[in-house]
Nanobody
């Protein structure tokens, strides 16, 4: 198992950028597919991006494609979410998630390790 801790959230103006980080404990990080999800009050957790353990394959929600980039540094046990051209509708709590699998996953139910979340607020 890995334990996940997100950081990098904050307040930014529309059109700005933020970079989220998720630090993982444990020695098997490279065997984990990682994902980013987000949630706003009263709504279900929404898929944002996923990346395989090697970093070779990624996937994105249509709403963030071309604006967000997921990446990872296995030497540092960290996964990143670079968010550019932010919009007010990107405002949410962002969660990092992990699953011990070689395959990408777009459904939150496929992940069994979760961080505590980091708040992102985009002002108009």
């Amino acid at each position: 198992q890995v334990q996940l801790v997100e950081s990098g959230g904050g307040l930014v103006q529309a059109g700005g950028s933020l970079r989220l980080s998720c630090a993982a404990s444990g020695r098997t990080f490279s065997s984990y597919t990682m994902g980013w999800f987000r949630q706003t009050p009263g709504k279900e957790r929404e898929f944002v991006a996923t990346i395989t353990g090697s970093g070779a394959r990624t996937g994105y929600a249509d709403s963030v494609k071309g604006r967000f980039t997921i990446s990872r540094d296995n030497a540092k046990n960290t996964v990143f979410l670079q968010m550019n051209s932010l919009k007010p509708e990107d405002t949410a709590v962002y969660y990092c998630a992990g699953r011990e699998s070689y395959y990408r996953a777009y459904d939150s139910r496929a992940y069994n390790q979760w961080g505590q979340g980091t708040q992102v607020i985009v002002s108009s």
